[in-house]
T-cell receptor, first 115, second 115 residues
Framework: DTEVTQTPKHLVMGMTNKKSLKCEQH?????MYWYKQKAKKPPELMFV???????INESVPSRFSPECPNSSLLNLHLHALQPEDSALYLC??????????????FGPGTRLLVL | AQSVTQLGSHVSVSEGALVLLRCNYS??????LFWYVQYPNQGLQLLLK??????LVKGINGFEAEFKKSETSFHLTKPSAHMSDAAEYFC?????????????FGTGTRLKVLA
């Protein structure tokens, strides 16, 4: 099973709302990633968790708050977002230990619209 | 710093024709390169990856890519395009170290297949 699941599929929120995106994998992977993808653009890395610890934060605004409660789950908490944060948010996971040749497995994404 | 460049943001081919999507890399170390495909409103799916074991890499759905060090290229090909190949294609290079790796994506090429 090489599946990464993400919920919800779609999310509409106002600028004062608080919401969370959820990502789950049961492949035993120990690295998990959040990406943001704007229309017609490549994914941009936001955060990387290795062994449930945050290892990369690509200077993401604090209105995005990641959380990795266990090795299978990754959350992205959203608060006070701006309309320009509207995008497809992709989660990915990888095994760790594979080095540079490690494959990332992507979920289907959550399409977020901020009004 | 490593990077990849995808020449041609849009490529159109006729059904049954050869598909050629271009990717050139810039790397000071031997690169690890990946091709991903993204269908509309979906996540990314790995097509193939280069890990230095062989210069000609075969992937899923009839795609293959050849690593050419002299040309710093890793172009994606498929002998005969199918309508279902219409999608966005991303080339990526793996970067990082100390146990945490990340992808650097190219800007993507949208493939259109004409009937």
């Amino acid at each position: 099973d090489t599946e990464v699941t993400q919920t919800p599929k779609h999310l509409v929120m106002g600028m004062t709302n608080k919401k969370s995106l959820k990502c789950e994998q049961h492949m035993g992977h120990r690295a998990m990633y959040w990406y943001k993808q704007k229309a017609k653009k490549p994914p941009e890395l936001m955060f990387v968790y290795s062994y449930e610890k945050l290892s990369i934060n690509e200077s993401v605004p604090s209105r995005f708050s990641p959380e990795c409660p266990n090795s299978s789950l990754l959350n992205l908490h959203l608060h006070a977002l701006q309309p320009e944060d509207s995008a497809l948010y992709l989660c990915a996971s990888s095994q760790l230990g594979g080095g540079f040749q490690e494959t990332q497995y992507f979920g289907p994404g959550t399409r977020l619209l901020v009004l | 710093a490593q990077s990849v460049t995808q020449l041609g943001s849009h490529v159109s081919v006729s059904e049954g024709a050869l598909v050629l999507l271009r990717c050139n890399y810039s790397s000071s170390v031997p690169p690890y390169l990946f091709w991903y495909v993204q269908y509309p409103n979906q996540g990314l799916q790995l097509l193939l990856k280069y890990t230095s074991a062989a210069t000609l890499v075969k992937g899923i759905n009839g795609f293959e890519a050849e690593f050419k060090k002299s040309e710093t290229s890793f172009h994606l090909t498929k002998p005969s395009a199918h309508m279902s190949d219409a999608a966005e294609y991303f080339c990526a290079v793996s970067d990082g170290g100390s146990g945490t790796y990340k992808y650097i994506f190219g800007t993507g090429t949208r493939l259109k297949v004409l009937a």
